[in-house]
């Protein structure tokens, strides 16, 4: 992906949520997604084309966009009834980066469908599980409720950072996070902490390689996004976590503008602090029937 943007010039090449679709597909032992294969590649492309034609046609504030596309990916994992959520920040990621070529969704079908045919590899020579999708399990109608939910509660949130140019203390990575610890079936609420701290660590290992290597020296981009990558996967099996969403933050400062950087992983902290908490007392489990005789 790094490469392939370094030699053609096109930066929307790299598309963050790539390395965390990798990371639930490819590298974890199984998929944190109740989805089909063929899923992946349709909704993910369906999402990041919607995100560059709301940048190319909708002559509207970044704060509607976003809205609109958030609203969008939404309505996708109803009617698809999946919980597949990279497509959210697939959506949304080329109104943050202001995208317009259809470059990116191209490179979003390839990378995703080339993500797949890696896994069936994997899966053919017993490296790893062969994930089932089970359409029953995912219930529309609270999905529809819960999404509807946090798409009204996000444009409240959103309503400071986007006024003020504060843009990625909502950064796509965070509110995949958002979107994910809102769901009350989520393992990840019951270690909201830990959370924080992975992708908040995972934004400043991608900041300070790309600081050092790509701006300062200056090298190749390539060169921050390996040894980022290294220094991630060694913290993750440190730490004995491996969520999907901290491989987008770790990517997101590997092609923000030099200026904003540094600032990545605080915007990111300062997101989060606010996010998670919303999302879990907000979005309590539903509570069992009380039957009295």
Not at 19 to 26: E, R, S, W
Not at 91 to 110: C, R
Not at 199 to 214: D, E, H, K, T, V
Not at 265 to 284: D, H, K, M, R, S
Request: with cysteine.
């Amino acid at each position: 992906m790094f490469i392939a943007a370094q030699f053609s010039g096109h930066k929307e090449i790299i598309f963050p949520e790539i390395f965390a679709i990798i990371t639930g597909c490819c590298v974890a032992k199984r998929s944190p997604w109740n989805t089909a294969k063929y899923q992946i590649i349709l909704l993910t492309t369906m999402s990041g084309t919607a995100g560059v034609l709301a940048v190319k046609y909708l002559a509207l504030a970044i704060y509607w966009k976003i809205l609109i596309c958030l609203l969008f990916s939404e309505m996708l994992l109803v009617i698809f009834r999946t919980n597949f959520i990279p497509i959210i920040p697939a959506a949304i990621f080329p109104i943050f980066m202001n995208v317009h070529s259809f470059v990116y969704p191209t490179a979003v079908l390839i990378l995703t469908s080339l993500i797949i045919f890696v896994q069936e590899l994997l899966v053919k020579n017993k490296y790893r599980h062969q994930d089932k999708y089970f359409p029953k399990k995912i219930n529309r109608t609270n999905d529809f409720k819960r999404y509807i939910k946090l798409f009204c509660l996000f444009g409240i949130i959103s309503i400071a950072p986007m006024a003020s140019g504060l843009i990625f203390l909502l950064s796509p990575p965070a509110v995949v996070t958002f979107v994910e610890i809102a769901n009350p079936m989520s393992m990840n609420r019951h270690r909201p902490a830990k959370i924080w701290e992975v992708m908040f660590i995972s934004s400043l290992i991608g900041a300070i390689f790309r600081f050092i290597f790509n701006i300062w020296l200056p090298l190749p981009l390539i060169v921050s996004a390996l040894l980022a990558c290294i220094v991630y996967f060694i913290y993750c099996r440190r730490e004995n976590i491996l969520y999907p969403p901290a491989s987008g933050a770790l990517i997101m400062p590997l092609i923000l503008k030099p200026a904003g950087v540094l600032w990545y992983p605080l915007e990111v902290a300062i997101g989060l602090a606010v996010l998670i908490p919303v999302a879990i007392y907000l979005f309590n489990p539903p509570k069992p029937a009380n039957n009295k005789i």
